[in-house]
């Protein structure tokens, strides 16, 4: 695709369940990051896959959150027993991956919602 | 511990006019600095981004303004228009960490007539 593709667009569950967030990035990119926006917030990092490289876990908030990357493209971020503070857009991003070559192409992201 | 500090949090400014946010920063390890460009309903994009070595960068209106020694970095916009109204970010990256961001909290522009 043309662009970093996210779904669903909006998410909406009860405190407790579990959600799937996906991620399609752009086509010949090895990295690909999630991040996190709240409310009034920056973002936040959250989880980082490099290629075949073991993924930087470093920013994830707590073991009820988990991410996976198939066939180095199209990844999952899996949030167990949600809590309402886990209310947020998350957003997935990819990039070419070349040490010299930080840009960041974001995806429109996911509004999750947790009631 | 917030390592990367925007300001203002929210700015108008009239049409034509200057806009300028500023970030400050703690990390010396810090070595790019980006400014990410978000409007509603979207992700960010790259806007403009600079490198310690070099003070200013300018592209097109927009312009980074570094100050190394200060670890301070700012972002302005000439001749500013409606359509720049967005959230900015500010960010930093630790060296060698790939594009693994710290963000600033963002600082949302209203441009008007």
């Known amino acids: 695709g043309a662009g970093v593709s996210q779904s669903p667009s909006n998410k909406v569950t009860e405190k407790g369940k579990d959600v799937e967030l996906r991620c399609d990035p752009i086509?010949?990119?090895?990295?690909l990051y999630w991040y996190r926006q709240s409310l009034g917030q920056g973002l936040e990092f959250l989880i980082y896959?490099?290629?075949?490289?073991?993924?930087?876990k470093s920013g994830l908030p707590s073991d009820r959150f988990s991410a996976e990357r198939t066939g180095g493209s199209v990844s999952t971020l899996t949030i167990q027993r949600t809590q309402q503070e886990d209310s947020a857009v998350y957003l997935c991003?990819?990039?070419?991956?070349?040490?010299?070559?930080?840009?960041?192409?974001f995806g429109s992201g996911t509004q999750l919602s947790v009631l | 511990q917030q390592q990367v500090k925007q300001s203002p949090q929210s700015l108008i400014v009239q049409k034509g006019g200057i806009s300028i946010i500023n970030c400050a920063y703690e990390?010396?390890?810090?070595?790019?600095f980006p400014w990410y460009q978000q409007f509603p309903g979207k992700g960010p994009a790259l806007l403009i981004a600079?490198?310690?070595?070099?003070s200013e960068k300018k592209e097109g209106r927009f312009t980074i303004s570094f100050n190394k020694s200060a670890k301070q970095f700012s972002l302005h916009i000439m001749d500013s228009q409606p359509g720049d109204s967005a959230t900015y970010f500010c960010?930093?990256?630790?060296?060698?960490?790939?594009?693994?961001?710290?963000f600033g909290t963002g600082t949302r522009l209203q441009v008007t007539l």
């Open positions: 991003a990819s990039s070419l991956g070349d040490r010299e070559t930080q840009k960041l192409f």
């Open positions: 086509s010949g990119h090895t990295a």
């Open positions: 896959f490099q290629g075949n490289s073991a993924p930087d």
């Open positions: 990390n010396t390890a810090f070595d790019y």
């Open positions: 600079i490198r310690p070595d070099v």
């Open positions: 960010a930093a990256r630790r060296r060698g960490t790939a594009s693994k961001l710290t």
